[in-house]
């Protein structure tokens, strides 16, 4: 028990800067989809597709092999020079080009008339990218706080910065042109303010982190850092792939979508509706940030698969409750957007149920990273990447945005068994998988059932999605009680 007590200590540390600071941060959906026609938000929304590729190419696993490389080696200082040193030379390279050719990347991308926009998002990603290093520090040090307090920092600036220019500078510009603020915005609502924001929310996090970047020995060992390649370049084709499996689907959707539609208008649409997985996604990112070092530290434990077993089963609990959640709450959840985005609502139990699958992909994941097999990382992920770009390049002509969400769900659903199958092959763990196939079971009837009966009268609906709700967590509560006693032991 203390040992997951420990992780649930951690992931809720994490989560002041994923929970609380994410969802101020995801607080500019709406501000955005009330502000902003759907064919602007596709700009957001393609734009920062990109963003998430560039970001796991610029960091090439180098997180994950720090935290591996400094549980082995001696020197953990000098891990994490090399480490710094050289995310630092790679960032500092991809500047450079950046500067020498956004003028062109934005004529390929079709940004013809705004350059700047690349070059915006060039220095962006290279100041996320550099800090990764600073912050998977805090992260292996245990220094949760410090990393919360931080991460947050950042949203808040972003946040603030967007309220700035998208709410203040317009309001005040139209009672008086001659405004103060006139000096920083043009008073109009666009979608360059809310990319400027980001660089100097970014910029900001960097100042913040020059103690933990400045506090240490300079030190760089090309042999170590090789060793560290080996192990890491596998994470990076992992990620990359993921990242195809996460993002792609939004830049797909321009070249795909059926003639006749308003392209950006779609894309912004199926963004917006991607966003109402919030729950599930900062619920995902947070047991992330804490599970990974906690997985490795509790790799020498003599009871660590049982551990891993544990955490597995009360992940998918809590996800499971999450998905049920928002779908029975739909028709409020669904105001966190503009009411003009709201005829893609069908695709948020897809998403959402692939989201959860991703999740358990995390979870199982801790087989190859312990093994030093990330080899299978690699391969699982390229195979998902596969299953992502073929079923977009043939679902989305079919039946559109809806065919994406369908992509990504398949995608997520293949990966997880294939992560399983493998895990038990390489690095068997005795997952509850009755109990998971029970709650999975309890969820899909109760989201059905809640479904088919179509209430109109609103009362009576959100009455019953609470009924609904209590009945699932009581559920849960009766049947992991005798349970607790057995992971007392943990």
Not at 176 to 182: F, I, K, M, Q, T
Not at 397 to 425: D, E, N, R, V
Not at 460 to 480: A, G, P, Q, Y
Request: glycine share 4%; with cysteine.
């Amino acid at each position: 028990m203390g040992n997951l007590k420990k992780l649930a200590g951690q992931t809720l540390i994490y989560g002041l800067s994923s929970i609380l600071g994410r969802f101020l941060n995801y607080l500019l959906v709406p501000l955005y989809t009330y502000n902003l026609i759907a064919n602007e938000y596709g700009i957001v929304t393609e734009l920062y597709a990109y963003v998430s590729f560039l970001i796991i190419i610029l960091t090439y696993g180098m997180e994950t092999g720090f935290f591996s490389f400094s549980q082995s080696e001696k020197n953990t200082e000098k891990v994490y020079s090399t480490s710094l040193i050289s995310l630092f030379t790679t960032s500092s390279i991809f500047v450079i080009l950046i500067l020498a050719f956004h003028k062109q990347i934005a004529s390929i991308i079709e940004y013809q008339s705004h350059p700047e926009y690349i070059l915006w998002f060039g220095i962006i990603i290279a100041l996320d990218a550099f800090t990764s290093i600073p912050f998977a520090k805090l992260r292996q040090q245990n220094k949760a706080y410090k990393f919360a307090i931080i991460k947050f920092s950042n949203i808040i600036i972003n946040v603030l910065l967007n309220l700035f220019f998208i709410v203040l500078c317009p309001y005040l510009t139209q009672k008086d042109p001659n405004s103060w603020v006139a000096f920083f915005s043009d008073g109009q609502i666009s979608v360059k303010y809310i990319f400027i924001s980001n660089l100097i929310a970014s910029f900001i996090t960097l100042l913040m982190l020059l103690p933990e970047i400045f506090n240490v020995k300079l030190a760089f060992d090309s042999k170590l850092l090789k060793k560290m390649l080996i192990y890491s370049i596998p994470l990076l084709l992992a990620g990359l792939a993921g990242m195809v499996n996460e993002t792609l689907d939004r830049i797909l959707l321009k070249y795909f979508l059926p003639s006749g539609s308003d392209i950006m208008r779609e894309i912004g649409i199926y963004g917006a509706n991607y966003k109402i997985a919030i729950l599930m996604t900062l619920f995902i990112q947070m047991f992330r940030y804490a599970a990974e070092p906690f997985f490795f530290a509790q790799a020498k434990e003599t009871n660590s698969k049982t551990i891993y077993a544990q955490v597995m089963k009360y992940f998918t609990i809590f996800a499971l409750f999450i998905f049920l959640f928002v779908m029975l709450f739909l028709d409020l959840i669904k105001y966190f957007i503009g009411n003009s985005y709201h005829e893609g609502l069908a695709i948020v139990p897809i998403i959402l149920m692939a989201n959860l699958f991703l999740g358990i992909i995390y979870n199982l994941s801790i087989w190859y990273k312990l093994t030093n097999k990330t080899k299978y990382g690699a391969y699982i992920s390229i195979f998902g990447a596969i299953i992502t770009i073929i079923a977009n390049i043939i679902l989305i002509p079919q039946i559109g945005y809806l065919g994406s969400a369908w992509a990504t769900f398949i995608c997520y659903f293949t990966m997880m068994l294939l992560s399983y199958y493998y895990g038990q092959k390489y690095f068997k763990i005795n997952y509850d998988l009755k109990s998971i196939f029970f709650y999975f079971f309890l969820t899909i009837i109760l989201f059905f059932g809640f479904k088919i009966l179509n209430i109109e009268n609103n009362i009576i609906k959100f009455s019953l999605s609470t009924i609904l709700t209590l009945f699932f967590i009581t559920i849960v509560f009766l049947k992991e009680k005798r349970n607790i006693n057995k992971v007392k032991n943990y």
